[in-house]
Structure formats: structure tokens, C-alpha cells
């Protein structure tokens, strides 16, 4: 019934009406869980932030990916298939009867009863990132299926393992991505901004894999161009580029790609000259408030000695 009892052991009775603070230890496997929500002993006595600061986040993100790609390399065939089985029929598929569900019925109704009908039924955010991610892990275990089945006898299973994999990669047709761009979460965000910060994080998981880039949200190493460029770029148009079609390359998909890189990297260029331009022409301290100016700032590091062992 996942009821959690607690047990205490007190060596005298205590007063009616007494009160005192029980603190319980949960073992350094919790650490983690205490670090993203602040009271860790790396919050304590480092100043690390918690969750709620995109740099930490995306760290413990990327790890904990990072810690999955480890444990399904090291996985052997059965112990893929038993998974992959667990993944497709019990989280999976009753997954996407839901959201199937939920599509048609808001497609069905308008106005006052969609809205109604929403604030009902609507899928938590968790959900719908989850969906995303289960096609992220579809791609993880089909890497380790390819590598297990040279040689490999089992036909059979192998068959069955790659059409539950192909099953459980991404498919969105334009209504539902027209619907998530309508529906809010408890934080705000769109559904579909939502699914555009999963995608963001699935493509920082590469780029700090082959160490192209890293730690691309601490402000201490990357002012607020760059940050911004960095999302811009690895979550939203290439996030939209994923979900239109990643399989249909085209010139045409591939030159309108191009014109958008082109023109983020010219925004970020002509506010580096805006800054430029504001440094040499102003002698007051004053050019050091302006927007552009500080979108080029650096956070100065608190902790050298706890950022060194982050790194």
C-alpha cells in the first residue's frame, strides 16, 4: 500500500505535550534528492543551488542520463528484454491510449467544455516528458541491441525487441503538437515548451558526452548571450526540426535550417557590437547598466574549491 512507517526509540517517556524535531536519515543514496531540493550537505556547506537554477538541473539531468546510458551498456540481452518488455506494456502503452484519449476528446468540444474538459483531465507535465523520454530510451536500448545481436541466435527476440523499440520512438502529427502548444502546465510553460526542454537536455547530454560543450548554463563560465544561444539553437529550433520530421531531410528543411542558424548567430553578433558600441562611446559608468552590456557579463565564482571538484 507504499505506506511509509517510522519506528522510534526513546530511552524515557515523554512529557504530554512535549514537542521535539525528528530528523531522518535517509542515506547517502538520498543525497541527491536533498542536494536538488537545497538542504543537502552541498547546499549547507558549498552555497550549491538547488533545481529550481537551470545550471544545477541540467547538471544532475545530464548525470543521471549519463548513469542510464551506463547501467543499458552494461545490460545483457535478457536483462534488455525484460526491460524493454516492462517499458513498452506498462508505462508506455497505457501512456499513449491516454494521450489518445485525451487528443480526441479536445479536438471534440470547444470553447467553455474544451477548456473545461482540460482542467479535468489534463496529463501532468511529468507525463508528457515522459513520453518524450521513453522514445530517448527506445534509442539507448536499440544502440545496445544492435551491439548484442552480432552473433547473436535469437532471432525471434530480437525481432520482438526492435518492433517494441520502433514502437516507442517519438511520432507527433501536427494537431497533437498544435494542441501541446496550447495547454499549460502548473509552472506556465506550453506542453510544447515543455517537450522543447526535454529535447534541449537530450542534446546537451551529446554535446557534453564527446565534450564539445559543457556545463552550458553556468553563468560563471557563459554570459547571457551565449546561454541564450545555446537554447535557442539546441532546444527550440532544433526541437522543432526533430518533432516536424527527423527522418525527412530535405534541401529544403536543410537550407531553412541553415537561414535560422544563420539568423540567431547575427542576433547574437549585433548584440555584442550594441555592447561594444556602448563601451566606447560612453564614458559613465552608467553604459554598464545597459541590457546589451550586461548580457555579456560573467558571475563571479563563490566557491573555487567546490566548483573545482564539480568540474
Avoid at 111 to 132: D, M, P
Avoid at 158 to 173: E, V
Avoid at 271 to 294: G, H, P
Wanted: with cysteine; aromatic share 10%.
Amino acid at each position: 500500500d507504499r505506506v511509509v512507517n517510522y519506528y522510534l526509540y526513546i530511552q524515557q517517556p515523554m512529557r504530554k505535550g512535549h514537542t521535539v524535531e525528528l530528523l531522518t536519515h535517509y542515506g547517502d543514496k538520498y543525497e541527491e534528492t536533498r542536494e536538488r531540493k537545497g538542504y543537502g550537505k552541498a547546499n549547507i556547506e558549498c552555497g550549491l543551488k538547488d533545481d529550481f537554477d537551470d545550471n544545477t538541473r541540467m547538471r544532475h539531468n545530464i548525470s543521471n542520463r549519463s548513469s542510464v546510458e551506463v547501467t543499458i551498456k552494461s545490460m545483457s540481452f535478457e536483462e534488455v528484454e525484460q526491460t524493454v518488455h516492462f517499458l513498452l506494456n506498462k508505462i508506455f502503452i497505457p501512456l499513449t491510449i491516454r494521450i489518445e484519449w485525451f487528443t480526441e476528446r479536445y479536438f471534440e468540444l470547444i470553447g467553455e467544455k474544451r477548456h473545461n474538459f482540460v482542467e479535468t483531465h489534463q496529463l501532468s507535465t511529468r507525463q508528457w516528458r515522459g513520453w518524450r523520454r521513453l522514445s530517448w530510451l527506445a534509442a539507448m536500448f536499440q544502440n545496445r541491441v544492435d551491439v548484442l545481436m552480432t552473433g547473436s541466435e535469437q532471432h525471434d527476440s530480437i525481432r520482438i525487441i526492435n518492433d517494441g523499440l520502433c514502437r516507442m520512438k517519438w511520432t507527433a502529427h501536427k494537431l497533437l503538437l498544435d494542441m501541446l502548444q496550447q495547454i499549460s502546465g502548473k509552472s506556465g510553460e506550453t506542453m510544447l515548451d515543455e517537450i522543447h526542454s526535454e529535447i534541449l537536455e537530450e542534446n546537451l547530454f551529446l554535446v557534453a558526452k564527446g565534450n564539445y560543450l559543457i556545463h552550458t548554463f553556468d553563468s560563471s563560465l557563459w554570459c547571457a548571450t551565449a546561454r541564450k544561444l545555446v537554447r535557442d539553437v539546441a532546444g527550440k529550433l532544433i526541437a522543432e526540426y526533430k518533432l516536424e520530421d527527423p527522418l525527412a531531410v530535405t534541401d529544403r528543411r536543410l537550407k531553412s535550417l541553415a537561414t535560422r542558424l544563420l539568423e540567431l548567430a547575427a542576433d547574437a553578433v549585433s548584440n555584442i557590437r550594441e555592447a561594444c558600441n556602448k563601451l566606447r562611446s560612453s564614458n559613465t559608468i552608467l553604459c554598464y547598466f545597459d541590457s546589451a552590456v550586461q548580457s555579456l557579463y560573467f558571475d563571479e565564482i563563490r566557491d573555487e574549491e567546490h566548483q573545482e571538484k564539480i568540474f
